[in-house]
């Protein structure tokens, strides 16, 4: 395992131009730096780690990254992720997809994917809006709040995006937030290790639009924002309904044992071969 300081070096493409697309404060590069520190901590050979994402701010993250990658189409990361995974199943597959790429093109491939329980691990970085193309709201986008398709307001619900996990039939539901790093670190690092389908919710900030639309300030009034709002799942469990209620409940939400995918595939071929 790296130094921290030598973690960097190690598994950053050099000569990949930088600085990065993102907005300076955005959490996605926050979300990156815990994604190196798990890998690193597991140990991983950057042969054997595939990262998949589609299209959005989110999903250009793996571009920095020496691994195996594939920037694919939009909303398409995770059937992308499962032709990887199958074709080599001693792969470590990492999905890296954003709210409106996971949950709005890409929704059925998301639900199918926590359904197979394919050991692919999904980190879904969160912030409320469509980054890249002008802050159009997502499926995460609150109600009532102002984004460039609805200038008066969103009106419909949002995704609970750990509740649609759990009822499609996820093995490992997480979520932290880029304000509490060393928690976010320990969830990723917990979901590559989980045996099945792995879903990471990581909340971040989008300043630039959502929280410039919604009045919410800077990259930091939005962080400190966070810490306030941020509840673990413990705590929450012994504070009455009303105390918990417009929280940002975070930790994992389940950690189950459920028949992998490939497991069940490979024994299927077996049996037909008379094994």
């Known amino acids: 395992m790296a130094q921290r300081s030598d973690i960097?070096?190690?598994?950053?493409?050099?000569?990949?131009?930088?600085?990065?697309?993102?907005?300076a404060g955005c959490g996605i590069g926050i979300v990156m730096g815990s994604l190196i520190r798990?890998?690193?901590k597991l140990e991983l050979d950057r042969d054997n780690v595939t990262l998949v994402s589609g299209i959005g701010c989110s999903s250009r993250l793996p571009v920095y990254l020496d691994f195996n990658t594939l920037h694919t189409t939009h909303g398409r990361a995770l059937a992308f992720a499962t032709g990887v995974k199958l074709a080599n199943p001693k792969m470590h597959v990492i999905v890296i997809t954003g709210d409106g790429d996971a949950l709005a093109i890409g929704g059925n491939h998301f639900i199918h994917s926590c359904r197979r329980n394919m050991d692919i691990t999904c980190i879904l970085i969160n912030n409320q809006i469509y980054g890249m193309t002008g802050g159009q709201f997502s499926p995460t986008t609150?109600?009532?709040?102002?984004?460039?398709t609805a200038p008066y307001g969103n009106k419909e619900y949002p995704f609970d995006i750990p509740k649609l996990a759990?009822?499609?039939g996820a093995s490992y539901v997480a979520r932290g937030t880029v304000y509490h790093v060393t928690q976010l670190d320990q969830l990723i690092y917990d979901g590559i290790q989980k045996r099945g389908f792995s879903l990471v919710e990581a909340f971040s900030n989008c300043h630039t639009y959502f929280g410039r639309l919604n009045r919410l300030g800077d990259s930091v009034k939005m962080l400190e924002e966070m810490k306030k709002n941020a509840l673990p799942l413990k705590a929450a469990a012994k504070m009455p309904p009303d105390k918990v209620q417009g929280k940002l409940l975070t930790g994992v939400f389940c950690d189950v044992e459920r028949e992998e995918y490939c497991d069940r595939y490979d024994a299927l071929i077996q049996s037909l071969q008379g094994k």
Do not use: E, Q
């Open 8 to 23: 960097t070096h190690k598994y950053l493409r050099a000569k990949k131009k930088f600085p990065n697309v993102w907005c």
């Open 38 to 40: 798990a890998i690193d």
């Open 142 to 148: 609150p109600t009532d709040s102002h984004a460039a």
């Open 166 to 168: 759990m009822g499609a």
